[in-house]
């Protein structure tokens, strides 16, 4: 497997031979199809992450992440949250799926 | 190392995001025109109601044609959440008048993605909106036309029923 991207708390690898690819979440690795990747990033996206710096709104900062449907469930702090946003953008850019953040705004 | 990225999808994620909040935009339209079509038929504009009928099915197949080209290119269509519908008009002109002013907003958006399509390389995406891009020309010309028709014909005594008889022009 070779290592495509990583980040202070995540790893994301490839595996040409099961035509997947692994992305290690510290907690465990979890197999994952570009598809399931993409869903991830979706989730990420729609995470209102401004809401962690507001005590009504995230009372507790975590937030519950369920992938590759309902097999995993991870909970994450702002930091993990903020660290796998990253991730997640430099891997879609390491794929070749994403060109560079600066040169395009949404 | 083989490319099991690109193998799997063939656009790229910011021209699917862009995608995505066009299907959200055409949704809108769509519930947009039958909240119009609602006002048409409470108000005694039966034909300009089936005109929005139409209107709504027309921007629901726009929705899904976007849906099946991300299904096609192996990326991750997202079903839209609409809110904000609005319900009220002033007159039957005011409803003809709002939806020039959302079929322009609708263009500008597809200009959009296909101006940002370019600058990503994304010519698949690019190629694709050829087809909408025409047919927010004829959407615009429609809708210029009833309104044309409308000053032509005046609002005055039967006007507003001869404006709605004439609607029927519109829908083949
Ligand atoms: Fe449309
Ligand atoms: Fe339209």
Known sequence: MNVIVQTSYYTLYQSAKERSFYVDFGQKMVRMSLCQLLALRYKLMSIPIENHFDGDLNKHGFEVLLLCNKEHLLVLNTYEILDLKQFVEQSFMALGLSVEAETVTI | ?172
């Open chain 2, 1 to 172: 190392m083989k490319d099991i990225a690109r193998q799997s999808m063939s656009i790229k994620v910011e021209s699917m995001d862009l995608l995505n909040g066009q299907i959200k935009m055409e949704a809108h339209a769509s519930a947009t025109y039958l909240a119009m079509a609602s006002w048409c038929e409470q108000n005694g504009f039966f034909t300009s109601a089936k005109f929005f009928y139409k209107q709504s099915e027309e921007e629901r197949g726009h929705m899904m044609k976007i849906f099946e080209f991300l299904v096609d290119t192996g990326g991750n269509p997202v079903s839209p959440e609409v809110t904000n519908i609005n319900h009220d008009y002033s007159s039957i002109v005011d409803v003809f008048e709002n939806t020039l002013e959302h079929e322009v907003a609708v263009t500008k958006s597809i200009h959009n993605i296909v101006k940002k399509a370019r600058e990503l390389g994304d010519l698949a995406t690019e190629r694709f909106l050829d087809w909408f891009v025409l047919e927010q020309v004829e959407e615009e010309n429609t809708i210029r036309d009833i309104l044309d028709m409308i000053e032509v014909t005046g609002t005055e005594g039967v006007g507003l029923q001869m404006i709605d008889n004439q609607v029927a022009n519109w829908i083949e």
